[in-house]
């Protein structure tokens, strides 16, 4: 059984002037100790597929269907008491931008010994001796347990947060641009921790990010948002050096080889669609180099290239007529 | 935190300075000979007038008199009151208790139940609650003080009979027991300190309600969700500790709202106190009791803005260091 | 000819501006109703006592303190005179002093705000402390020593209120001066020499102007609570009538045992309708000068 099993999820967002679609039709599956690399432009709908996950929507959000079932267990139906339980305990998250992540009027052992209050019975010393070995697994000094958030750096902060995602062993951590507002060298050293942890508690990760050579670095597989869809999904070497959909063949084409000859690096022209109305057809196709008719039309069906290879575009259905090369 | 304390009470020690040269100016500008203010007699001869100015030294140079006046005040001499004949630091100091009583019921009432509001309103935000609570507010907040205090005596002590008109006891009453005499204070403090609450709630509402907005939009609120934190420990734990903050500025700056309040409830309500006494010395032109008073009162304000400046570095743990 | 050319752009422009602005403004509801409260009390100041006639002809005996009836829609008050008009001829003044010491208030805290800010360092201290200790002084007792002393009359009542209630402003004003400052076009201004006091006046001035100018609707609603308190407590100036004025005798009279809620309700109704209209419009300007307050 996947660790985790996501179909058909749905979710959306209601404003004063309509619904907007932020994830349509998202299907992911993770086995234990995978890493899925979430990857696409902003506002595509990654973040909006953590909370989905965590059931940690905004009011004026919800989830319209699909089921997202972690180790064969629905969640989609779970009450909010239920979720407060599966939350941290099998699943957490880093959020982007720990600036702000962090009470700042409360300690940052306090914090972090707090979800161990929670989920597991400990007293409070056995707590805070957690707290002190987490805090040195992740480099932290961990005298500077009675800190507060603004004393760290912003790097700092970023270890610290992780440290709190995984002080109780989740099953998942999904990671929300962990390292985005990182410098480089922290960056490296907050990726190398993550896959450390990963190994040692065989903890399954989602890694979302628009950082492409961050997930050829880390994930097994990875998953392609466009607008709100899956674009393509499937095993990270593959999907990188033969990208099916015309989506994913720009965004390599976006990424400069640090080897090989100079070339400016291309992007791609045009804006992602308004997810308040999006187009019927495909919802790349307006910016799609290789669109059809069709592709204004209908939109495409999920392709299976191969085993564990999907992607959804008309040209690649050869049982759309039009596209007979 | 230490350089932090001596320099905010360096700029309480300038304000206070400032106050004191105000005040001693406010008086000695103010059109008309100081002297004849004084007295208020149009008859008195020349020669009484020469030795009333030699005894206020109203004759001396301007440095002169400053110093004069900084030493009486060092020795609590604020001039005598016209109207009662008493050293006026004695008058407000008789007067005081009755004011703190009124005040610091009201002020505590209106704190916890404007506090409890917000947090109703914030979290049912848009609910009709809501709406009602904040419009009700929102008109309080827009009456005058004096007003307040109207409408309750012509509602509760005139037409209904419930509670007395004023004063902080019936005259010629007479009390057997310390409980009767209790009973009669609680029965005459009622309406004054509703009246005075009334006023007050709708600021702190307002503030506490936006204050908890802001805070429970805030990232580590999420993070808190996120943990598995329950509902109610998500309000008492980690939103309501970042929302009080604001609530002790607000306090400390509302200080000067209070006192105003204080003038106007007391006068409505005839009730005994340094707000009735300011009136009573405006009313007499009093000059040297009103001016005594004024003084008291902001030394008191800034001081405890000064001791709210405290608290809230003590509190908020961003600003220790 | 450049002169005028740019005149004649800053005038389509702030035509295009303002009707940009109205189509945003009519939107909020909050803001047409203070909007209609603060036109019709305008409407009574400016052609009510006209229409009234209050007479100061003291009535005889019969006339006196009665109750609302339909010679006299408000009643009579203690000396036998309409309510209903007293109301109508109050509200000139009660507008009137506000507005009038909302404008002295509002001249000084834009010119202390700009100074301080543009200038900054010790300038910026000095006016800065100044502004500090006039928003810790309790106002009310402040103004009643100042009214005292200078004894009741209409001009001193607008220069005490004038006079007390600008700190709020100054520093509101200081502050977005502070991030103008910083604009490209100030610099600019400053590279090609202009003087101090022509920066501040043509590029910091109408940039801060629209902020001032919801400022000031706030100030006005204080001001008006002001002078309505300084008339109740007796400093108001006695042969003008105002709202306050008009509560002031009442109370002094003995309405309250009396009873004759018709002389004590109709003024304070007046006085917190005014307050409210002009709080309504303030936060609707808010609102619409300041996009990211809409969702609230």
């Known amino acids: ?325 | 935190m230490r350089g932090y304390v001596l320099r905010k009470l360096g700029q309480t020690v300038l304000t206070i300075f400032v106050v004191l040269v105000l005040n001693f100016f406010l008086f000695r500008i103010m059109p008309g000979n100081p002297i004849r203010i004084l007295i208020r007699n149009p008859k008195i001869s020349a020669e009484s007038l020469q030795r009333i100015a030699e005894q206020f030294g109203l004759n001396r140079s301007l440095p002169v008199q400053f110093a004069y006046y900084l030493r009486d005040l060092f020795r609590g001499d604020l001039g005598h009151s016209f109207v009662y004949r008493q050293p006026v630091l004695d008058v407000i100091m008789e007067k005081l208790p009755p004011t703190l009583l009124l005040t610091g019921t009201a002020t505590v009432l209106s704190i916890i139940i404007g506090i409890v509001l917000g947090v109703i309103f914030a979290w049912k935000r848009g609910s009709k609650i809501d709406v009602i609570g904040l419009s009700l507010s929102l008109v309080l907040y827009s009456m005058p003080s004096f007003w307040v205090g109207i409408l309750m005596v012509m509602v509760f002590a005139v037409y209904l009979h419930i509670f007395p008109i004023g004063g902080m006891s019936t005259p010629g009453a007479y009390y057997p027991t310390i409980w009767i005499q209790l009973g009669s204070l609680l029965r005459h403090m009622f309406l004054p300190t509703i009246t005075f609450a009334l006023i007050l709630i709708g600021e702190y509402v307002l503030i506490m309600r936006n204050s908890l907005l802001e805070v429970m939009s805030e990232d580590y609120m999420l993070t808190a969700r996120a943990k598995g934190v329950s509902t109610r420990n998500l309000l008492r734990r980690h939103a309501l500790p970042n929302a009080m903050l604001p609530m002790v500025t607000l306090i400390a700056m509302n200080l000067g709202f209070i006192v105003g309040g204080a003038i106007q409830v007391e006068t409505v309500f005839s009730w005994p106190g340094l707000g009735r006494l300011m009136y009573t010395a405006l009313t007499g032109r009093d000059y040297p009791l009103l001016q005594g008073i004024f003084l008291f009162v902001t030394v008191c304000v800034v001081g405890a803005n000064f001791c709210a400046d405290l608290l809230y570095r003590y509190l908020d743990p961003r600003v220790k260091s | 000819m450049l002169q005028t050319l740019v005149r004649q752009d800053r005038l389509t422009l702030l035509k295009k501006n303002l009707s940009g602005f109205w189509a945003v403004y009519r939107e909020n509801k909050m803001g047409i109703a203070g909007l209609a409260i603060l036109l019709f009390f305008a409407l009574m100041a400016l052609v009510g006592p006209y229409l009234v006639g209050y007479s100061s002809e003291i009535g005889g005996a019969e006339t006196v303190l009665q109750p609302p009836s339909a010679a006299h829609w408000l009643g009579t008050d203690d000396l036998g005179r309409d309510v209903f008009a007293g109301v109508v001829v109050g509200s000139r003044i009660s507008l009137v002093v506000g507005l009038a010491a909302t404008l002295i208030s509002m001249v000084i805290g834009a010119v202390i705000g700009i100074v301080a800010g543009y200038y900054g360092g010790k300038v910026d201290a000095i006016l800065m402390r100044f502004t500090d200790v006039f928003l810790v002084i309790p106002w009310l007792p402040l103004m009643l020593v100042m009214a005292a002393l200078l004894g009741p009359s209409l001009g001193n009542i607008i220069f005490v209120i004038g006079i007390t209630g600008w700190a709020g402003t100054a520093r509101i004003i200081r502050s977005q001066t502070l991030s103008i400052k910083e604009r490209p076009y100030v610099e600019r201004a400053r590279a090609i020499g202009s003087s101090d006091l022509h920066i501040m006046v043509h590029h910091i001035l109408p940039n801060v102007f629209p902020l001032i100018f919801a400022n000031t609707i706030l100030v006005a609603a204080v001001a008006i609570l002001s002078e309505t308190t300084l008339s109740f407590l007796g400093m108001g100036d006695p042969t003008r009538m105002s709202w306050g004025m008009m509560l002031h005798f009442a109370f002094e009279m003995g309405a309250v045992s009396f009873g004759a809620w018709w002389w004590l309700i109709p003024p304070g109704v007046c006085v917190v309708l005014v307050v409210l209209g002009f709080t309504f419009v303030g936060y609707a300007l808010d609102e619409v000068l300041n996009p990211k307050l809409r969702r609230r």
């Not at chain 1, 079932?69 to 099998?90: F, N, P, S, Y």
């Not at chain 1, 932290?140 to 995984?166: C, L, T």
């Not at chain 1, 993550?194 to 065989?202: D, F, G, M, S, T």
């Not at chain 1, 059809?292 to 290239?305: G, V």
């Open chain 1, 1 to 325: 059984m996947a660790l985790l099993e996501v179909s058909d999820l749905t979710t959306y967002y209601r404003l004063k002037e309509g619904y907007v679609r932020a994830c349509e039709g998202v299907s992911l599956r993770l086995e234990k100790g995978e890493a899925l690399g979430l990857v696409g432009e902003s506002a595509s709908g990654k973040t909006t597929v953590a909370l989905s996950l965590m059931k940690l929507l905004p009011a004026n959000a919800s989830i319209v269907g699909g089921s997202i079932k972690l180790d064969g267990r629905e969640l989609v139906a779970a009450t909010e008491e239920e979720m407060q339980k599966i939350r941290w305990k099998e699943i957490s998250i880093i959020f982007q931008g720990a600036m702000n992540a962090l009470n700042p009027v409360r300690t940052v052992g306090d914090q972090i010994a707090e979800a161990l209050k929670i989920h597991e019975k400990l007293t409070d010393k056995e707590a805070w001796q957690r707290t002190r070995a987490l805090l040195e697994r992740v480099e932290i000094d961990p005298d500077r347990v009675r800190e507060y958030p603004h004393e760290f750096s912003g790097g700092m902060r970023q270890r610290v947060m992780i440290a709190m995602a995984i002080v109780c062993n989740p099953r998942l951590v999904i990671g929300d641009e962990p390292t985005t507002a990182l410098d480089v060298m922290v960056q490296a050293q907050v990726l190398q921790l993550l896959q450390h942890l990963r190994e040692e508690i065989e903890m399954g990760l989602i890694l979302i990010t628009h950082d492409l050579s961050m997930v050829g670095e880390v994930c097994d597989k990875v998953a392609v948002m466009y607008a709100g869809q899956i674009a393509e999904y499937g095993p990270t070497e593959e999907v990188f050096t033969r990208p099916a959909h015309p989506y994913t063949r720009a965004l390599m084409a976006a990424f400069p080889d640090i080897e090989g000859e100079r070339e400016l690096a291309s992007s791609i022209p045009g804006n992602p669609p308004n997810l308040l109305y999006p187009p019927p057809g495909c919802r790349f196709h307006e910016r799609c180099t290789e669109a059809k008719a069709i592709c204004r039309e209908a939109p495409p069906r999920t392709i299976t290239l191969n085993e564990h290879h999907y992607a959804s575009c008309h040209l690649l259905d050869r049982q759309v007529e039009s596209c007979r090369a």
